[in-house]
């Protein structure tokens, strides 16, 4: 794959320039990858172009940024995002997005920065210029030689706080009181909790179980409200994560009929799990039996929070002999 850019685009001003960077563009729409590709031209970075997450996976070494275009949960943009994370690569990941109103569920996920489509030239290069400078450093902590404490880069959208106080503000985001698990003696179990998992979309589903699992969570699966009750008359569940719209029955029609039955799982708590966003929902959702609300696209540590909130702490494991 050839780079978008090369090195010898140098902008007029030594300020701006940050030789030997090279930025990892992840970004399919069009007139975004343009304006990004002549941006960093102009910051005097090595451009480099994926068009498919593995292509980007394998291109990453020695990246100093990652600008990833992400949209739905389990598109592409997410799962890079989550092979960097999990691979405890220490690099801004920013995400160009058309929701700029979930800025806050964006940076919680792990994004560091947001940008907003339709891209614009001044605020892509304010903000990738912040982000570089946010690398350089991150860099130089996981070489040893930290930058001074206590000065961080002014108006860069990385710095809003430790991660953890990032997911703990998306905690009470969605009415969760979340707390480290560092340092606690016990070791919790959760094998023995089993999950019902209601959406109609298999990669959300997909995306869901694979979050439990990591917890060794059980999980049960269904495609529409109907197939939810089905599964809520059969056997107990610990706790039900609820898609709203779905075919056949919306999962409120699904909450109210497991609620009115006298099933194994009338008093079981039902979480929603839905794209909406609009005001009153999370009220809707409590009005029509569901315990609590979370808007997609959901975060893997909110979630877990979520599911302490409603279930209490977990069974311990004893201690290795």
């Given at each position: ?239 039900v994560l609820m898609d709203c719209n779905m075919p056949h ?27 909406n966003a609009m005001v009153g929902d999370r009220e809707n959702c409590l009005a029509r039996g ?32």
């Amino acid at each position: 794959v050839r780079p978008d850019a090369g090195g010898s685009g140098a902008a007029a001003g030594g300020a701006d320039k940050a030789p030997g960077r090279k930025v990892l563009l992840f970004v399919t729409d069009k007139s975004a990858k343009t304006i990004l590709s002549a941006v960093l031209k102009k910051l005097d970075v090595e451009v480099v172009s994926a068009s498919s997450r593995d292509q980007a996976l394998l291109m990453v070494t020695g990246a100093s940024l990652v600008v990833v275009e992400a949209a739905e949960t389990a598109d592409e943009g997410w799962r890079l995002l989550d092979c960097v994370r999990d691979a405890r690569m220490r690099l801004p990941v920013v995400c160009v997005s058309g929701q700029p109103e979930r800025e806050a569920v964006l940076l919680a996920a792990g994004f560091t920065a947001v940008l907003a489509k339709p891209v614009k030239a001044p605020d892509a290069k304010a903000l990738l210029a912040r982000s570089l400078e946010a690398g350089r450093e991150a860099g130089q902590e996981a070489r040893g030689s930290p930058p001074a404490r206590g000065s961080p880069v002014r108006g860069s959208p990385v710095v809003r706080g430790s991660p953890e106080e990032a997911l703990r503000a998306e905690g009470k985001a969605q009415g969760v009181q979340c707390s480290p698990l560092e340092g606690s003696p016990r070791v919790p179990d959760y094998t023995a909790m089993k999950i019902l998992v209601v959406d109609d979309h298999d990669a959300n589903l997909l995306l869901l179980c694979s979050m439990l699992k990591k917890r060794k969570y059980k999980t049960e699966t269904a495609r529409d409200g109907l197939e939810a009750v089905a599964a809520a008359d059969k056997e107990k569940f610990d706790l039900v994560l609820m898609d709203c719209n779905m075919p056949h029955m919306d999962g409120w029609c699904a909450t109210e009929a497991i609620r009115a039955g006298d099933g194994p799982n009338k008093a079981t708590p039902v979480v929603a799990v839905t794209a909406n966003a609009m005001v009153g929902d999370r009220e809707n959702c409590l009005a029509r039996g569901m315990d609590n609300y979370m808007s997609k696209p959901v975060n893997r540590d909110a979630l877990y929070a979520m599911i302490d909130h409603h279930t209490g702490p977990p069974a311990e494991q004893p201690p290795p002999k």
